[in-house]
T-cell receptor
Framework: DGGITQSPKYLFRKEGQNVTLSCEQN?????MYWYRQDPGQGLRLIYY???????QKGDIAEGYSVSREKKESFPLTVTSAQKNPTAFYLC???????????FGPGTRLTVT | AQSVTQLDSQVPVFEEAPVELRCNYS??????LFWYVQYPNQGLQLLLK??????LVESINGFEAEFNKSQTSFHLRKPSVHISDTAEYFC?????????????FGKGTHLIIQP
């Protein structure tokens, strides 16, 4: 079955620790995206990548970092510099930037 | 640049009643339009899309949306809702040829079905 997987579903960290969220897709899509979702604020774009070894900042990239070493994988690191990291994180992919996006099930990160 | 406005953050409806979720967009160029649905603690699923052709598009579970270019709207409707339709609904746009960073989303409308 083709799709996007995100792991883990729930993640708990202490303040000051970096944490990496996994996103893998087997849809052979070139473009991948990371969004942050907070109640009442919709989806906000963190980073996106249109091709391997290339990625661009979205609207709220501060405190986050990404890599795109393989077409299938686009991990997101939430660093200690992110002031309010507790949120629901969604990964998505599309054939290219012109098409609709397909979403993973999300990771809920709680930092205390 | 594009923007999307979903006029209602929350819409309560009784089961089996009709519903309309409103979406308006702003763009200097023509756009493709999408509706996504998000069930609690899950990712987004594509519900329906308008790319070209007939301005009325339908989904497999009874939703429909109509593209109105003059009013820059893409409202989502269902004639009779079910309790299982309770979810968050997002409207999104992208210009043909792609935006630099993909889709632009509205802030979402929470559809609450009351028994």
């Amino acid at each position: 079955d083709g799709g996007i997987t995100q792991s883990p579903k729930y993640l708990f960290r202490k303040e000051g620790q970096n944490v990496t969220l996994s996103c893998e897709q087997n849809l052979n899509h070139d473009a991948m995206y990371w969004y942050r979702q907070d109640p009442g604020q919709g989806l906000r774009l963190i980073y996106y990548s249109q091709i391997v070894n290339d990625f661009q900042k979205g609207d709220i990239a501060e405190g986050y970092s990404v890599s795109r070493e393989k077409k299938e994988s686009f991990p997101l690191t939430v660093t200690s510099a992110q002031k309010n990291p507790t949120a629901f994180y969604l990964c998505a992919s599309s054939i290219d930037r012109n098409y609709e996006q397909y979403f993973g099930p999300g990771t809920r990160l709680t930092v205390t | 640049a594009q923007s999307v406005t979903q006029l209602d953050s929350q819409v309560p409806v009784f089961e089996e009643a009709p519903v309309e979720l409103r979406c308006n967009y702003s763009s200097s160029v023509s756009v493709y339009l999408f509706w996504y649905v998000q069930y609690p603690n899950q990712g987004l699923q594509l519900l329906l899309k308008y790319l070209s052709g007939s301005t009325l598009v339908e989904s497999i579970n009874g939703f429909e949306a109509e593209f109105n270019k003059s009013q820059t709207s893409f409202h989502l409707r269902k004639p009779s809702v079910h309790i299982s339709d309770t979810a968050e609904y997002f409207c999104a746009v992208i210009p043909p040829g792609g935006g630099a960073d993909g889709l632009t989303f509205g802030k979402g409308t929470h559809l609450i079905i009351q028994p």
